[in-house]
């Protein structure tokens, strides 16, 4: 996909693109037997990708840290569907314990898992450290999403192999992933204050989320796990995303307005990777407007997938040893 077809909404191959809404790249697809889960499903994207979940039938779990916003969102979306069935569930992915608690009531819920959408994010923040004492950007948006991912594996694994349905792992990355540290990953400075640059640790982290995906695809290949990872950037769109950097990138939007998405648009790509047949089997790939694409160098760097697994398993255990 080029920036011609960005501007323009021109069609790619999967016969979609920048244009496309959530609902129309998920039109007919009935998702009854489908359970999802999304991590900050409660705003931006993330809740309109859970509505349109929902309005095909989906049975959605919304992980979000504010439980208030979480409920609002669960009542927008009953009041267009009175059968719609929304769960929320409360999780903080910046700290290891609240994951941790997390996976172990969802658990107890005893439900299947088809669908884990690790949507949820923060950027641009000022330095800040989480109550685990690593930095706030790769903690919530890599660290968090990768710890409850293993947490959740066996029960998707399960599922996958109960219902002989395709499991699917959504990873929200960005483009922004290719403005990151020079090492692409900063394994050992991850915490450091000095070299810290809001925006190159932002792109850290979604580096991370498709190093992430890919190096899941990979292991479920070697197992001969009936599930896929992938990973996604859904476009730019104006959503409290941008609370850190708001004037400026109002600022930026109005010189780029052609290059902005709706939230409907934004949604769509999500969703086509979630729900869409057409992605049978495919898997460890990167999407943007509901094609796929090449992402950067790091990106595709196998090594490097497998050195930030080995990193974020040795980081959380040092955490869980304090
Ligand atoms: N918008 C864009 O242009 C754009 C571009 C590229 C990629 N993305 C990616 O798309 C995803 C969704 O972004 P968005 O634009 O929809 O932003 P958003 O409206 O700010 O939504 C992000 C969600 O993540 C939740 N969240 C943040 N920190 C959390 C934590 N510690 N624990 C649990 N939930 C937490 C937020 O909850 P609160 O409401 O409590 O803060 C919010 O519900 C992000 O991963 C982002 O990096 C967005």
Redesign the pocket.
């Known amino acids: 996909m080029s920036i011609f077809s960005l501007v323009t909404g021109r069609p790619g191959p999967s016969g979609f693109g920048s244009a496309s809404t959530a609902q129309e790249v998920t039109q007919g697809i009935d998702a009854t037997n489908l359970t999802v889960l999304i991590?900050?499903?409660?705003?931006?994207?993330?809740l309109e990708t859970t509505r349109v979940l929902a309005l095909h039938k989906a049975h959605v779990i919304v992980?979000?840290?504010?439980m208030d916003?979480a409920n609002e969102a669960k009542q927008l979306i009953l009041e267009e569907d009175e059968n719609a069935r929304v769960d929320v569930l409360k999780?903080?992915?910046?700290s290891l314990k609240s994951v941790t608690e997390f996976a172990d009531n969802f658990n107890a819920l005893d439900l299947p898992l088809n669908i884990l959408i690790n949507?949820?994010?923060?950027?641009f923040c000022p330095y800040q450290l989480s109550e685990d004492g690593i930095e706030m950007q790769f903690a919530?948006?890599h660290l968090?999403h990768f710890l409850l991912t293993n947490l959740l594996l066996d029960k998707m694994k399960h599922t996958a192999r109960t219902t002989g349905v395709e499991g699917r792992i959504v990873n929200?990355?960005?483009?922004?992933h290719i403005h990151t540290y020079k090492d692409g990953i900063q394994f050992d400075k991850i915490n450091d204050r000095k070299s810290y640059s809001d925006k190159r640790a932002y792109g850290q982290s979604?580096l991370a989320n498709i190093l992430h995906a890919k190096e899941l695809s990979r292991c479920f290949q070697e197992e001969g796990v009936n599930i896929t990872a992938n990973a996604v950037?859904?476009?730019?769109?104006?959503?409290?995303?941008?609370?850190y950097s708001a004037i400026s990138m109002s600022i930026l939007k109005f010189f780029s307005f052609f290059l902005w998405k709706n939230v409907p648009q934004?949604a769509a790509t999500t969703c086509f990777v979630a729900l869409h047949p057409s992605l049978k089997g495919v898997s460890g790939k990167y999407f943007v407007d509901c094609n796929e694409m090449e992402p950067s160098a790091f990106a595709r760097d196998e090594a490097l997938a497998r050195k930030l697994w080995d990193f974020s398993n040795k980081l959380i255990g040092s955490v869980s040893k304090a």
């Not at 991590?39 to 993330?46: H, L, N």
């Not at 999780?91 to 910046?94: A, I, P, Q, V």
């Not at 929200?172 to 922004?176: I, K, Y």
């Not at 950037?233 to 609370?243: E, Q």
């Open positions: 991590t900050g499903g409660a705003s931006g994207i993330g992980a979000a840290r504010n916003a999780l903080d992915l910046s949507n949820a994010g923060i950027m919530t948006n968090g929200l990355s960005s483009v922004a979604k950037h859904p476009g730019l769109i104006m959503t409290n995303l941008f609370r934004g």
